[in-house]
């Protein structure tokens, strides 16, 4: 009970010790450890500060995404700035533009801005920066949303927290990564990303590659359905009468054509037997005598 008791008063001790550091501390840390270099003093807020884009990469390729100057639509000969763009679904790779020199007694967490998750935008490796790194960092966004959001160079893409500890890890392990290796191991990186989440747009290619082919070999397969159909509906009659007169062998259109030519049989017959029954009227009209009744 004892130990139980002692272990909860440590813990509770830790937790005090490691607090978040507040605006004037990391402020303070900046002049004197260097924690941020290529800083924006206002983007330290509260107890936060707030990295920017730096370089942008673009997933599949590992390409820099590099913006500048474009021709106006209507031809005028003015230009407008190109942005960064992330699509519905797309994934981009940001290079933050802060270089980071954490103390020996301080680590911080990164998350996504509330501005851009509210657009749908959110961030993938948010994570936590250990003691003794210096480097940059990097943002690895999906746009979630149906719409395409835009971002300028040095636009606010994350938030940062630095927390102190109450003791220097007894084997801290530095990592120092220049921004050369960093970008070139990003860029890497990016490579293994598909363009879109989850790979939705490859797969809706695909999806509609294997319609169009399975479209075309239907309609391939139908147009020579119908092309037979018509060549032996057209040849059919000549191949039953010959296979008629050759064998003997009733075919459905020699049926057709003797039924139909013992019905023409059969209404000749019936106008000749009419035609004899109308003779026979005459006659005997003829051979009435007048004035008299039949």
């Known amino acids: 009970m004892v130990g139980w ?7 509770k001790k830790e937790l005090i010790n490691r607090v978040v550091l507040a605006d004037s501390e990391i402020e303070a840390l900046v002049h004197k ?4 270099e ?10 936060c500060y707030i990295l920017r884009v730096g370089k942008v990469f673009q997933s599949q390729t590992g390409d820099e995404e590099v913006i500048g100057l474009t021709s106006n639509s209507q ?3 003015k230009t407008r700035k190109v942005v960064y763009e992330i699509g519905p679904s797309e994934t981009k790779i940001v290079k933050t533009l802060e270089y980071i020199k954490m103390p020996d007694n301080i680590c911080a967490t990164y998350s996504p ?7 749908g935008v959110m961030l993938l490796n948010a994570s936590i920066v250990e003691p003794g790194y210096e480097g940059p960092l990097s943002c690895f966004l999906v746009n979630f949303s149906s719409e395409r959001v835009t971002f300028f ?5 994350a938030k940062m927290i630095f927390h102190k500890l109450d003791n220097t890890p007894v084997n801290l392990k530095r990592k120092i990564i220049s921004e050369t290796n960093y970008e070139r191991d990003l860029a890497m990186a990016a490579k293994k990303y598909h363009q879109t989440f989850l790979d939705v747009t490859s797969i809706s290619e695909k999806a509609a590659e294997n319609a169009e082919k399975k479209l075309k070999t239907f309609a391939l397969s139908t147009s020579v359905t119908l092309i037979l159909i018509v060549a032996f509906a057209t040849a059919e009659p000549l191949l039953s009468k010959w296979l008629y007169e050759r064998t003997g062998i009733y075919t459905l259109t020699q049926r057709i054509e003797d039924t ?6 059969q209404n000749a017959e019936l106008l000749a037997k009419i035609e004899e029954l109308k003779l026979e009227v005459q006659k005997l009209k003829s051979t009435q005598v007048p004035g008299k009744s039949k």
């Open 113 to 119: 801005l509330y501005r851009l998750s509210s657009k």
């Open 75 to 77: 031809g005028k000969g």
């Open 33 to 36: 450890s260097q924690l941020l």
């Open 5 to 11: 008791l002692y272990n909860k008063e440590k813990l």
């Open 38 to 47: 290529k800083h924006d003093p206002q983007n330290i807020q509260n107890c």
């Open 260 to 265: 139909k030519l013992l019905k023409d049989l």
């Open 153 to 157: 160079p040095e636009d606010d893409i």
